[in-house]
């Protein structure tokens, strides 16, 4: 690369990148500047380099007006490697053949498509390095995008380097590639722009005229090379002069603009049908060309003012002489342009491409191109493209003169735009469904969606309040969709806190019977709103009945309204808890992890982590659960996703008594739940807390944690909080330890009564406990031991070791030394085991108050591990192979192999049999 000029430290951090992909070690890269900061010259520089180095390439070029079409931009980057698609997983082979058309099926979740493509490459990267270049991709499309963004982030080992060119649009963010490391291309140094300078002007240059030229470019190397051909050689040879006003970009443009208004007319036409085709297909554009009466010769002009070049494939000198001749041309023209490129379009290799000309040739409304773009947008759908879908049907809409055929297509764009993540854009179009005649079930779609884009964009406590009335309106038109949007506003209830879940219990209780026989979401319905309106004892057989449903129910057989299947699994899951049912929280929760991995639905996977983790750490099994933690936030980086309040994360920080950790993320918490207006979240980050200042011996400030989090102002809600429940036992713990007994009693009345409606072991043995903790005598003994018995059928292992340890303090305090031991070596050793290090460490000092010197605990090889690689471990251990591993985790086989190897190295085995045998349950 030593002749891009100035330009050697980037080329030394670009080599760097495909030196490290040669060696196994994948990494991503964004390239970053304004236009004409020469970042192409840099990607191809790159692309040299690696066809050098032995390096297989593959590129794609993002193009404004390709945006709309599905999965374009990873056509073009992916095309030439489907020859290795059979090495894939049959699901991953199945979704690439969806979305790039190759057969039919189900739309796959975008980033099923992800770990499509990620595989792919890595195929394709075991026989050579594989260097993967985009340009442009601020223009490509949402789906490629997305998809790309989500590979760049999961790269590991796979001799695979990618490199993304962007321009910079007014210092703004490109987001799907936001967080990925950057190379920012700036302006040139002087000295180097003066060299670069002396090859664009062949002809002397006054030195006053260089220096304002170079002054005027501002290190921009396309300036540097276009702008001195625009000014003539009197005005150069005079003083060279430029606005100021404009930037160095749009000066830029307006040059390509000034050069091409100079050239003959058929030229002109002939640049713009070029910039209306993003195919660069020559022979599409001389069909064109020919359809409007322009001969070949017409090209020559373009060719010597440096605009366009056309042999195999359409060429324009830079993307801003495509986008300056087309913002300049009069709108007749472009109508001419696109009338004559849909007219040599094959309808029926590339309906879609015709159809979106044809869209663009029309003046005014037009009922037969309308149904060509609804036919697109269908097809767009269908391959999982729902940004693309949106934007067929958005211009269906503008050029539908029927008013009821108007609204309904502006409906329908709506919810394409809410499904592609555009909900802003969603409302401008409900706006315009709104006001066209509607049918009354279309009337209600449109109050539900408005209802759905409030709780996306704001979680606003009015929301369930919408979701009640369009539910109510729904009734008599549609009892499922209804019975769906009664559940939905249940569901915003409980998450934002407000208003009362009880009152919108009441009001669901009008809901219309299920048409023919109840699926699992419609008991769920069902025994919510028995729960919140009746109470929680009445309430819960009704509860347990729906949840064994969702236990029995076959989750492929989703139905198109959303009432069964993965759904409602996260507040099946929820209500488990409530229920105190540890065998249903287990079970749902890892239905719901694996339902959504063998989906690829990302978009839901990481509350499904966080649920199963939370499960896991109350079960004692807090490795595993902070590697789902850890998971979750790894999932939500890769899909650009914001992080969920970091519930799992606080919650298994609390348990493992990271004291700072915990701080910071409950106060990160706390501060996103209240600016949201979500009172309902900060009770599991306050009982977070309280665990960790109850392990730590802080008892004042875990009374303190534990009270805010049953500070709601609905005292009926509490009933239906687990984090709100089990605060009260943190509560009592904290109370008796600083002689507030009042306090500890209420609090264990409290979650007494709760307990009896419960009647699981989980429940029954926590309220022993906490009865044990504010009795004496011979009655404390007899509820510590019942306690210990209770949680001993459970699966609830973290409370079981913690009441060995308050019933170890209980018997030291009485003077049984022998005794307390008993109870607090079973205490410490537990709680060592799980990783629950505060209350270990407060187990260890009680036993040495007793006389005893605790065990101290050995460290082991795998204490070394990653939380990732800890869970790869575990994962081979079962006898996974690399790629089913690669499968669940969304990384390479070559990857999770990498980590194998470093798991091998730590532990000092060399084998995946070795590896079964530690982590043999």
């Known amino acids: 690369?030593?002749?891009?000029?100035?330009?050697?430290?980037?080329?030394?951090?670009?080599?760097?990148?495909?030196?490290?992909?040669?060696?196994?070690?994948?990494?991503?890269?964004?390239?970053?500047?304004?236009?004409?900061?020469?970042?192409?010259?840099?990607?191809?520089?790159?692309?040299?380099?690696?066809?050098?180095?032995?390096?297989?390439?593959?590129?794609?070029?993002?193009?404004?007006?390709?945006?709309?079409?599905?999965?374009?931009?990873?056509?073009?980057?992916?095309?030439?490697?489907?020859?290795?698609?059979?090495?894939?997983?049959?699901?991953?082979k199945v979704a690439l053949g969806v979305v790039f058309g190759l057969h039919g099926g189900p739309a796959p979740d975008r980033f099923l498509v992800g770990l499509a493509v990620l595989n792919l490459l890595a195929e394709v990267a075991e026989e050579r390095p594989l260097l993967c270049l985009v340009d442009d991709a601020q223009w490509l499309d949402e789906s490629s995008a997305q998809v790309l963004a989500f590979v760049a982030r999961r790269l590991g080992a796979e001799r695979l380097a990618l490199i993304v060119g962007v321009r910079d649009a007014n210092g703004g963010e490109c987001p799907p590639f936001t967080g990925l490391p950057v190379l920012r291309l700036e302006g040139l140094a002087d000295d180097d722009a003066r060299e670069l300078l002396s090859v664009a002007v062949h002809t002397p240059l006054d030195e006053r005229v260089r220096d304002r030229i170079v002054a005027e470019a501002r290190g921009n190397p396309l300036a540097l090379l276009e702008l001195p051909r625009s000014v003539s050689p009197e005005r150069s040879a005079g003083g060279f002069e430029l606005p100021h006003v404009a930037s160095v970009p749009q000066r830029i443009e307006e040059t390509f603009r000034s050069r091409s208004d100079m050239l003959p007319e058929d030229t002109q036409l002939l640049l713009l049908v070029a910039a209306s085709d993003q195919t660069g297909d020559a022979a599409l554009l001389w069909r064109a060309a020919a359809s409007l009466g322009?001969?070949?010769?017409?090209?020559?002009?373009?060719?010597?003012?440096?605009?366009?070049?056309?042999?195999?494939?359409?060429?324009?000198?830079?993307?801003?002489?495509?986008?300056?001749?087309?913002?300049?041309?009069?709108?007749?023209?472009?109508?001419?342009?696109?009338?004559?490129?849909a007219a040599v379009t094959d309808p029926e290799r590339d309906p879609d491409r015709r159809a979106w000309h044809q869209a663009q040739a029309v003046l005014g409304a037009d009922e037969d191109v309308a149904l060509a773009l609804e036919r697109s947008a269908g097809r767009a759908r269908a391959r999982g493209g729902a940004a693309a879908s949106a934007a067929f049907l958005e211009r269906a809409t503008e050029v539908t003169d029927a008013p009821s055929d108007r609204a309904r297509r502006a409906l329908e764009a709506a919810h394409a735009k809410y499904e592609a993540g555009v909900p802003a854009s969603a409302l401008e179009l409900l706006a315009i469904a709104a006001a066209g005649p509607l049918e009354p079930r279309q009337r209600a779609r449109v109050e539900l969606l408005r209802a759905q884009v409030a709780f996306h964009l704001t979680r606003a406590g009015d929301v369930p309040r919408m979701l009640v009335k369009t539910a109510r309106t729904l009734a008599p038109l549609d009892a499922s969709l209804s019975r769906e949007t009664y559940l939905h506003a249940l569901e915003a209830a409980i998450i934002t806190g407000g208003p009362s879940a009880r009152d919108v219990a009441a009001l669901a209780s009008d809901a219309p019977s299920p048409p023919g026989s109840p699926v699992p979401a419609d008991q769920l319905l069902a025994g919510l709103v028995r729960a919140y309106t009746e109470g929680y004892e009445p309430g819960g057989p009704d509860l347990r009945r729906a949840l064994e449903a969702f236990r029995e129910d076959d989750p492929t057989a989703d139905t198109d309204d959303g009432r069964s299947g993965r759904r409602w699994l996260w507040l099946a899951s929820r209500t488990a808890a409530t229920l105190f049912d540890d065998e249903l929280v287990d079970v749902l929760t890892t239905r719901n992890v694996r339902l959504s991995r063998q989906a690829g639905?990302?978009?839901?996977?990481?509350?499904?982590?966080?649920?199963?983790?939370?499960?896991?750490?109350?079960?004692?099994?807090?490795?595993?659960?902070?590697?789902?933690?850890?998971?979750?936030?790894e999932i939500r980086l890769a899909t650009g996703a914001e992080p969920l309040h970091h519930h799992a994360q606080l919650f298994v920080a609390g348990w493992q008594g990271r004291r700072a950790e915990t701080v910071e993320l409950h106060d990160t918490s706390v501060r996103q739940l209240t600016a949201q207006g979500q009172a309902a979240g900060l009770s599991s980050a306050q009982y977070a807390l309280a665990v960790l200042h109850n392990g730590l011996g802080d008892y004042a400030s875990a009374l303190s944690a534990a009270e805010g989090a049953c500070d709601g102002d609905e005292p009926s809600h509490h009933y239906l909080s687990l984090f709100e429940v089990l605060a009260l036992a943190e509560g009592v713990e904290a109370a008796t330890r600083v002689g507030e007994t009042e306090r500890a009693l209420a609090a264990a009345q409290q979650f007494e009564s709760r307990a009896r409606a419960s009647a699981t072991a989980w429940a029954l043995g926590m309220a022993a406990r906490s009865r044990?903790?504010?009795?004496?005598?011979s009655v404390a003994e007899g509820l510590y031991r019942e306690a210990?018995?209770?949680?001993?059928?459970?699966?609830?292992?973290?409370?079981?070791?913690?009441?060995?340890?308050?019933?170890?303090?209980?018997?030291?305090?009485?003077?049984?030394?022998?005794?307390?031991?008993?109870?607090?070596?079973?205490?410490?050793?537990?709680?060592?085991?799980?990783?629950?290090d505060a209350f270990a460490t407060r187990a260890a000092s009680e036993l040495r108050a007793t006389g005893e010197h605790p065990r101290?605990?050995?460290?082991?090889?795998?204490d070394e591990l990653t939380a990732q690689e800890q869970h790869v471990a575990r994962l081979v251990a079962t006898g996974a192979t690399s790629r089913e591993v690669g499968a669940q985790l969304f990384l390479s086989p070559r990857t999770i192999e990498a980590h194998l190897r470093s798991i091998f190295r730590k532990l000092g085995i060399s084998s995946r049999r070795e590896l079964r045998k530690i982590y043999r349950p």
């Not at 801003?320 to 023209?333: E, F, G, I, N, T």
């Not at 022998?818 to 060592?832: G, N």
């Open 601 to 633: 639905a990302l978009a839901t996977l990481p509350a499904a982590l966080a649920s199963s983790s939370i499960a896991l750490a109350l079960f004692g099994r807090l490795p595993q659960a902070h590697e789902l933690a850890t998971e979750e936030t």
């Open 772 to 777: 044990a903790l504010v009795s004496t005598g």
């Open 1 to 92: 690369m030593a002749d891009l000029v100035g330009r050697s430290s980037e080329a030394a951090v670009l080599e760097k990148c495909l030196m490290l992909a040669r060696t196994g070690r994948s990494g991503s890269l964004l390239v970053r500047g304004e236009a004409g900061i020469g970042k192409t010259a840099v990607l191809e520089h790159t692309q040299q380099a690696a066809r050098a180095a032995g390096f297989r390439v593959v590129t794609s070029v993002g193009v404004e007006s390709e945006s709309q079409f599905a999965f374009a931009g990873l056509h073009q980057l992916c095309g030439s490697l489907l020859d290795h698609r059979d090495a894939l997983p049959e699901p991953l």
């Open 856 to 862: 101290a605990r050995t460290a082991q090889p795998t």
């Open 788 to 836: 210990i018995e209770q949680l001993g059928k459970s699966r609830v292992r973290s409370y079981l070791a913690r009441t060995h340890l308050v019933y170890g303090e209980w018997l030291r305090r009485e003077g049984r030394r022998r005794d307390a031991r008993e109870q607090l070596r079973a205490a410490h050793r537990l709680l060592a085991e799980m990783g629950a």
């Open 294 to 341: 322009l001969a070949a010769e017409a090209l020559e002009p373009a060719k010597l003012a440096g605009l366009l070049e056309i042999d195999s494939r359409v060429r324009f000198r830079h993307p801003l002489v495509r986008s300056a001749v087309y913002q300049a041309a009069k709108p007749q023209d472009l109508r001419r342009a696109h009338e004559a490129l």
